[in-house]
């Protein structure tokens, strides 16, 4: 039984392992692991669960923004507010914040020029797009709803945003781009894990990396006084709603280059047959 589980763990290492194909790069074939690993059609059940759910997200997503608009304070807000504010000056304020800055404006488009640019480099421009609806497109509806609420902030709060974008409190800009762009990274980690077994150690510590910066930074939102709680959860909806578009456009992506590809390899064997 184990030696039959050694060689077929062998066989899956064989058949996934990397071989450069003529014209692509290690990266690019890569990626066409990925590809074909996502080219299967989700089940129709699986498809109809999430669209449900997704579409129950957008309707809490509205429904928080409605109440924020028509009642800026929750009791229930103040409440966690302080005793979010009883942990400063604890040991769970240097954890609680260390992510802060790193998901502000200035830091998260250094984060957004280094990623999207190193895809772009190596001509991954699948990736790139769905990274980029993830993540960019939760920051570009933040903003959006952002204005319309116009929400004010916690009375703790006396920073600034960068040109104004985003200057009210709801929803947390700073929880829906990290569930964005961190939460897509998370999943192109989880996929290139079942390609490559060997890379299991680093891949883990990345997706441990990733889940660490997408819970702290709502933390640290609250602690810092940013913003309130509500927010926070509302701006992980927003980038969890946004992380699913992503994900189904990458599997629809790569389902539609696959029948593509079949079919032209259908037409030149018909072409071929005399």
């Known amino acids: 039984m184990e030696n039959h589980f050694v060689h077929r763990r062998k066989q899956e290492s064989l058949h996934f392992r990397l071989r450069r194909s003529p014209g692509k790069s290690a990266a690019q074939e890569w990626a066409s692991h ?26 809490a997503f509205l429904a ?3 109440a924020a608009h028509s009642h800026p304070v929750f009791p229930v807000d103040q409440q966690i507010n302080a005793d979010f504010q009883g942990w ?8 609680g914040k260390s992510v802060g800055d790193l998901a502000g404006p200035v830091a998260a488009s250094i984060e957004y020029v280094i990623v999207l640019g190193v895809l772009a480099l190596f001509r991954l421009f699948r990736e790139l797009l769905c990274t980029a609806v993830a993540g960019l497109g939760a920051e570009v509806l933040n903003v959006i709803t952002n204005t319309l609420v116009a929400r004010p902030r916690p009375p703790s709060y006396h920073g600034s945003t960068l040109f104004n974008l985003g200057s009210h409190s709801f929803p947390s800009g700073h929880t829906a781009n990290a569930v964005g762009l961190y939460g897509f990274l998370f999943f192109l980690a989880l996929l290139t ?4 077994p060997r890379w299991r150690p680093w891949l883990v510590a990345a997706q441990v990396l990733c889940v660490y910066f997408v819970l702290d930074v709502g933390v640290s939102r609250i602690l810092e006084g940013q913003h309130w709680p509500s927010d926070v959860v509302a701006g992980y909806l927003l980038g969890g709603l946004m992380l699913l578009v992503g994900i189904a456009l990458y599997h629809w992506l790569a389902i539609r280059s696959a029948t593509r590809n079949k079919r032209y390899a259908d037409n030149a064997e018909h072409a071929n047959v005399p």
Do not use: K, S
Not at 37 to 54: C, H, N, Q, R, S
Not at 88 to 94: F, N, S
């Open 34 to 59: 990925l590809h074909a690993l996502v080219a299967t059609p989700w089940p129709t059940y699986a498809t109809l669960m999430l669209g449900i759910l997704w579409i129950i997200g957008v309707l």
């Open 64 to 66: 928080l923004a409605v």
């Open 88 to 95: 400063q000056r604890t040991p769970v304020t240097p954890f």
């Open 193 to 196: 894990q079942r390609v490559y």
